[in-house]
């Protein structure tokens, strides 16, 4: 579902982001991408989500090369990746369910199908009682898990977090952690980049390793590194 053969992303000022990535990702899986500040866990995620291009390489998403699409077909790509990032992107004058809500108005979703999911999805992510509420009444947790029912409202195949849980506390990044292992249990791929090396050791998934750009471990289902 997700493959990147030999993929190289250098910016403008030399910088190597990161260098012939190999990675294929099967749907359903959980994948987390780890790695010190530096390694190129957020330049993967913006070649996943065709923020950036490859400087050589290809990246593909449900058999689309990224780097061959047009202008027009980004829309068609977004449409099957959910995003959450760490610091959750809110639109501030707006309450939780509009913001949930809007999602689906960008798809141009009938206003039925909006007014049933988004009551649906807020209460699948615990926030049935905070619809009316504005993004600066609620806590870091409630806020992810507002951007969480905003990335998964239209039902993606693949959800892409870059350190969804960086500014919360370890007990509500728990919360957030097993909403996204419920997610991915009910079907949805998810890659994570994170440096959270306690929730990657507590969830034994998939973890792939960065070190300055490249891939220095992949392994099926462990914990953050190979120390005990
Ligand atoms: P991580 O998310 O793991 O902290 P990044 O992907 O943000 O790592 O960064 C990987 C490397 O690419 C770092 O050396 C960083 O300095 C560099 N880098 C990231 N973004 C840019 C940019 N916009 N311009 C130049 N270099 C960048
Ligand atoms: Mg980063």
Redesign the pocket.
């Known amino acids: 579902m997700i493959h990147l053969n030999n993929v190289t992303k250098t910016?403008p000022?030399g910088?190597?982001?990161v260098e012939g990535i190999n990675l294929h990702i099967q749907k359903g899986e959980f994948v987390f991408i780890v790695?010190s500040?530096?390694?190129?866990?957020?330049?993967l995620i913006k070649l996943l989500l065709k923020e950036l291009d490859p400087t050589s390489g290809d990246v593909m998403i449900n058999m689309v090369k990224t780097n061959e699409l047009n202008r027009s077909q980004v829309p068609y790509l977004r449409r099957n990746l959910g995003v959450v990032f760490q610091d959750f992107r809110l639109l501030p004058n707006k309450t939780v369910y509009e913001n949930v809500a809007f999602a689906m108005r960008v798809i141009e979703a009938p206003s039925r199908t909006i007014r049933r999911n988004v009551p649906a999805v807020l209460s699948l992510v615990g926030l049935g009682q905070k619809s009316r509420s504005y993004p600066n009444e609620l806590s870091g947790g409630e806020q992810q898990r507002t951007a969480l029912a905003r990335a998964i409202v239209n039902n993606p195949p693949i959800l892409i977090c870059d350190e969804p849980t960086g500014n919360l506390d370890p007990e509500t990044a728990r919360g957030i952690m097993q909403l996204l292992d419920d997610i991915n249990k009910r079907g949805t791929t998810i890659v994570m980049?994170t440096h959270a090396r306690e929730i990657v050791d507590e969830m034994q998934k998939r973890v792939v390793t960065?070190q300055d750009?490249h891939i220095v471990r992949d392994v099926e289902k462990g914990g953050y590194s190979d120390e005990a």
């Open positions: 910016y000022n910088s190597v982001g790695g500040s530096g390694s190129g866990k957020s330049t980049a960065l750009g």
